[in-house]
């Protein structure tokens, strides 16, 4: 039995329709997974949670971490440290985060953001951050950050 012109051309459109709904779902529950993370390795490292903030993160063989300061000194940080964290050694006080961009390529993503840390003493940091993501057992990790301190 032979399909009219017409019914095919329905059901192609019914096809595309429902796989560009799907794409665009799927597109923004990652952008939340995204979101979340980069909230969750913020928080975590503000108070103290090193296993928490240890699990934001996967290190590869290509991981990379590099600050740059206020002064113009670049530290290379191992980034073992980000899963290998002494609690004493992290954050205390309170982050904004701000100008959030994010890109999705498959199981790749990469994060800039604008971040206010305010520890303690109350004295503010500003810096721009990127931050380097892979999707590893369905779970969006990162594997690489790059925080530049500007005042």
């Known amino acids: 039995m032979a ?7 329905k059901l192609t459109f019914f096809f ?4 560009s709904i799907l794409g665009c779902v799927t597109s923004k529950n990652q952008t939340a997974e995204i979101k979340a993370l980069i909230e969750k390795e913020c928080a ?3 108070n103290g949670d090193a296993l928490a903030h240890a ?3 996967h290190i590869q063989p290509y991981s990379r971490v590099l600050v740059s300061t206020k002064e113009g ?15 004493k050694s992290l ?14 390529k ?26 380097m993501l892979e999707k590893i057992d369905h779970e969006w990790k990162i594997v690489g ?6 005042k």
Request: hydrophobic fraction near 35%; proline fraction near 5%.
């Open 3 to 9: 399909m009219n012109n017409s019914l095919v051309l």
């Open 16 to 19: 595309f329709l429902c796989s």
């Open 44 to 46: 975590t490292y503000r």
């Open 55 to 57: 699990n934001c993160w």
């Open 73 to 87: 000194v670049t530290i290379d940080v191992p980034p073992s440290s980000m899963i290998q964290t002494d609690p």
């Open 91 to 104: 954050g205390n006080g309170t982050y904004s985060i701000s100008n959030l961009k994010i890109s999705i």
């Open 106 to 131: 498959g199981k790749s993503a990469w994060v800039s953001h604008d971040e206010v840390s305010t520890p303690k003493d109350g004295i503010a940091s500003y810096s721009y951050e990127m931050k």
């Open 145 to 150: 950050l790059s925080v530049h301190v500007y």
